[in-house]
């Protein structure tokens, strides 16, 4: 299992010597951190609050809470029984809808609207989502195609036109065959957007823009059941806002 410090390994560099020495508590205390207030974690390191707060910010977090989040989340990534599953999907789905950035939807969604058109790609469990935001768009007359099938994830550099903008759906961002398109898009100059359900995975440092829901990996028997159902709540966002950018009521 990673440790703390291996989630952020490229943001460790911006912290200060304090900040470091919180998190250097935190990956060997890990236990006790996630369930300590922001004043107990201040304290026991002999730091003030605003220490841990902007550590937090240094690690490309909203603040505390989301660090308490994720250090949640990544101890403990099965599932082994939920008490109230009712409350579990309450919980995930709020945090998602609190860690989605208004502004980088308006940003994609310009980027939408400037595109000749617009390819979506997904494959795996979210090749459904994929073929729903395609046949939403294509309702509205807007050109677009898409892309779930691998021999034509591997052609797909070599028909792809500049002014068109590529979309890629996939929960964990880490898709290897993903990455490897989107490096080849870059190197045609090609935009590209990651719609994902992790904070910071490898498919959206490389795309051009990203938004993602902020869901953790989950299993129960050895079966995938990571939410997928945010992903959904992503796309009907982008494409609500598409409508009001290019429809008039």
């Known amino acids: 299992m990673k440790t703390p410090v291996d989630l952020f390994t490229d943001k460790v560099h911006l912290l200060t010597h304090a900040e470091r020495h919180v998190l250097a508590y935190i990956e060997a205390h890990i236990g006790e951190a996630k369930r300590m207030s922001l004043t107990e974690m201040a304290e026991v390191n002999n730091v003030s609050t605003t220490t841990v707060v902007r550590m937090c910010h240094h690690l490309g977090l909203n603040g505390f809470a989301e660090l308490k989040y994720v250090l949640r989340d990544h101890h403990s990534t099965s599932v082994a029984k939920a008490d109230n599953i009712v409350d579990q999907y309450k919980y995930i789905m709020e945090h998602a809808l609190n860690s989605i950035d208004g502004r980088v939807i308006e940003e994609i969604t310009d980027a939408m609207k400037d595109a000749v058109r617009i390819v979506v790609v997904a494959i795996g469990l979210t090749k459904p989502l994929g073929e729903y935001l395609s046949k939403k768009l294509m309702q509205m007359n807007q050109t677009s195609t898409y892309v ?74 050895g079966f995938d059941i990571t939410v997928r159902a945010t992903l959904t709540l992503l796309l009907d966002m982008l494409f609500e806002s598409y409508i009001r950018k290019t429809r008039k009521p």
């Open 148 to 221: 779930y099938e691998l021999h034509m994830i591997h052609l797909l550099p070599s028909w792809i036109e500049e002014e068109d903008l590529v979309l890629c759906i996939s929960s964990s961002g880490e898709v290897e065959l993903l990455l490897d398109l989107i490096e080849q898009l870059n190197g045609r100059r090609i935009r590209s957007v990651a719609i994902t359900n992790t904070t910071s995975s490898s498919l959206a440092q490389l795309t051009s823009l990203s938004i993602n829901a902020r869901v953790p990996k989950a299993s129960y028997a």
